[in-house]
């Protein structure tokens, strides 16, 4: 086919079938599904036995003029006269395919053919992908020109659950996106790239998925309209983005001068003391909880920091004066401190001591040498009489 392919999906639970998306082109399907595992027709002469066994399992060329092995017709045809943007495969059933179009629309179709496609239009602009989300499988997001992200329901599809702007804030413009990625290894997590910045934001949807859930059984539930999210800067434009499949908060991201970046994802650490002095410590899906009898007990782990130290001691006068040290370190139970304060004390007490020994002698000495002179010399009085 002469025209540009715009996106692929293979097929989670039969493994030959791919679905292509191509661009759009009059009395023409801009969806096509292929099946690899389909006997092909020969072109030209047969190579070797093994040559074909190892290409026909592992690999065919995307030109079928020049492919030893190639799949003629396709399996199926869907969107007439419309460019395919955005594909995706129903986790929970192999047979239904979800398409984007350039023409706003999503639609979901049956390529087995028994049911009319159902539709609905999904954004003011064309639908650039479709991704579904790991953790639900009826759960799927798309993302636009318009730079907003949706969220949809497959079961209900009359309106979308949330749409989410990727500037963070329903008042200011968005930015087109080029792609978003839900995270495998954690729930709720969902990075978006938009067009033309050196930066990605990965959201937390986990208070809006939650609210959303309370909406569907109760009608008070209130949807958050600003959602938290984190951003991260890189060297260059990126362009896309992939989670790592099994390491939490591990990502790769890759610029238009193709740098490709392992970005480690902190996550936050909230610390919250109870009423009943409780000390709690949440990371990731753990929560560390540790019981505190006692309100000493409670700032015991505050006391062991060096900077409440530090306040404590300059606060009781801590100084330059050694003896003050040795008592203060005494007093707040620094027994190392003190030991090296009392040693420099020492030190200076022997440093006093050996001075004043050193002037004494020199004193006597000098008291001698003048004695000594005075004896050998007894003129030197009267001279000094004269």
């Known amino acids: ?12 639970q039969y493994t030959g079938q791919i679905a292509v998306g191509l661009d759009r082109v009059r009395n023409g399907c801009g969806t096509l599904i292929w099946d690899v595992n389909q006997p092909g027709v020969l072109q030209g002469s047969p190579p070797s036995q093994s040559l074909t066994s190892l290409q026909s399992t592992y690999s065919f060329h995307i030109h079928s003029n020049r492919a030893t092995e ?6 199926g045809r869907v969107s007439n006269s419309e460019a395919t943007l955005g594909l995706a495969w129903v986790p929970t059933d192999p047979f239904c395919l979800v398409v984007g179009t350039g023409f706003k629309w999503l639609r979901f179709y049956d390529i087995r053919g028994t049911q009319r496609p159902l539709s609905v239009v999904a954004h003011s602009k064309s639908v650039q992908g479709v991704k579904f989300d790991p953790f639900c499988s009826h759960r799927l997001a798309t993302f636009s020109e318009d730079g907003v992200v949706k969220l949809w329901d497959m079961r209900n599809l009359h309106k979308p659950l949330y749409a989410l702007p990727s500037s963070g804030h329903k008042t200011l413009r968005p930015k087109p996106l080029l792609d978003i990625e839900w995270c495998p290894t ?3 997590l969902l990075a978006t790239i938009s067009k033309d910045e050196d930066c990605f934001r990965v959201w937390d949807l986990s208070g809006c998925i939650s609210a959303i859930n309370e909406h569907a059984l109760s009608s008070n539930a209130v949807v958050p309209e600003n959602l938290p999210f984190r951003k991260y800067s890189s060297s260059g434009v990126i362009t896309s983005v992939s989670w790592h499949p099994t390491i939490k908060r591990r990502i790769l991201s890759v610029t238009s001068s193709g740098l490709v970046e392992d970005v480690p994802l902190h996550p936050n650490i ?7 002095n409780t000390l709690s410590v949440g990371m990731d899906d753990c ?5 505190t009898p006692s309100t000493a007990s409670v700032f015991s782990c505050v006391v062991n920091d060096i900077s409440y130290q530090m306040k404590n001691r300059a606060e009781l006068g801590y100084s330059l004066h050694l003896p003050t040290n040795v008592s203060i370190c005494r007093s707040v139970g620094a027994t190392q401190l003190e030991r090296l304060w009392s040693w420099m004390a020492h030190c200076q007490t022997l440093s006093t001591e050996l001075q004043s020994n050193i002037l004494s002698s020199l004193s006597l000495s000098s008291s001698t040498y003048s004695s000594t002179l005075s004896n050998s010399n007894p003129n030197i009085n009267s001279n000094n009489n004269i």
Do not use: D
Request: proline content about 12%; aromatic content about 12%; hydrophobic content about 40%.
């Open 1 to 12: 086919y002469a025209r540009a392919c715009n996106v692929m999906a293979w097929n989670p």
């Open 70 to 75: 190639s799949v003629t017709e396709p399996l």
């Open 186 to 188: 954690t729930p709720s």
């Open 270 to 276: 909230p610390i919250q003391f109870s009423q009943l």
């Open 287 to 291: 929560l560390f909880i540790g019981q």
